[in-house]
């Protein structure tokens, strides 16, 4: 009898809320077909030193990375890889990827590299200026085949209307991860930048298929 409470108390646990929130989501689309298997390498910080208390390259990193696992469309394998291998994969000639880059990335059949180019300006550094201006390099590998080949390659470039609110809110306070960022100017102008990125890989993964 106790056994049999045991399991029932598991099944309850396994189809409501004891899911961890972070449980990976399905490898399948709605449709039932398998969706792409994606590897998101960490984002390389090329903006330069700004006064925040977090590294924006893990911030940008963990973001796309959540949005990718949370996507109709591509499944996130574990993370995989660190700098070094995504300034590897950054080269400034596509055709300079070293072949046998897939042995790094297991069961994925497509890995993003991604470089922020420019966030600026710093809510401390200028307070005059009221746009916000971003870009990031974004670069799609398809792995599937005997050589990586690239399947896109652009720059993203955002133009944003940088409120009063973006200078006067204290982003030491309320720094990336809290509930007041993730609603505050910086916070929607970064997540305006994640969802441009993962919807270009959406697009372009889904065509090649």
């Given at each position: 009898m106790g056994r049999l409470v045991l399991f029932l108390?598991?099944?309850i646990c396994l189809t409501t809320s004891c899911i961890?929130?972070?449980?990976q989501?399905?490898?399948?689309?709605?449709?039932?077909?398998?969706k792409a298997i994606v590897a998101v390498l960490p984002v390389i910080n090329s903006a330069g030193s700004l006064p925040f208390s977090w590294?924006?390259?893990s911030e940008f990193t963990e973001e796309?990375?959540?949005r990718v696992s949370s996507s109709d469309e591509l499944y996130l394998v574990r993370e995989i890889?660190?700098?070094e291998l995504a300034s590897e994969l950054n080269t400034p000639d596509p055709r300079d990827i070293p072949s046998d880059v897939s042995?790094?990335?297991?069961?994925?059949?497509?890995v993003?590299?991604?470089e922020l180019l420019e966030l600026s300006p710093s809510p401390k550094a200028m307070r005059q200026v009221n746009v916000l201006n971003m870009a990031m390099r974004l670069r799609v590998i398809d792995l599937r085949g005997q050589e990586p080949r690239v399947i896109l390659q652009e720059v993203i470039d955002h133009q944003l209307p940088a409120p009063p609110a973006y200078y006067s809110m204290d982003y030491d306070r309320y720094p990336w991860g809290s509930e007041a960022f993730a609603l505050s100017p910086m916070g929607l102008a970064h997540g305006k930048l994640v969802r441009e990125v993962v919807s270009r890989v959406e697009g372009y993964v889904e065509a090649t298929r």
């Open positions: 108390g598991m099944v961890p929130q972070n449980a989501a399905s490898p399948f689309k709605r449709t039932g077909r398998p590294d924006l390259g796309i990375r959540s890889g660190g700098l042995v790094h990335f297991g069961a994925a059949e497509f993003v590299v991604s």
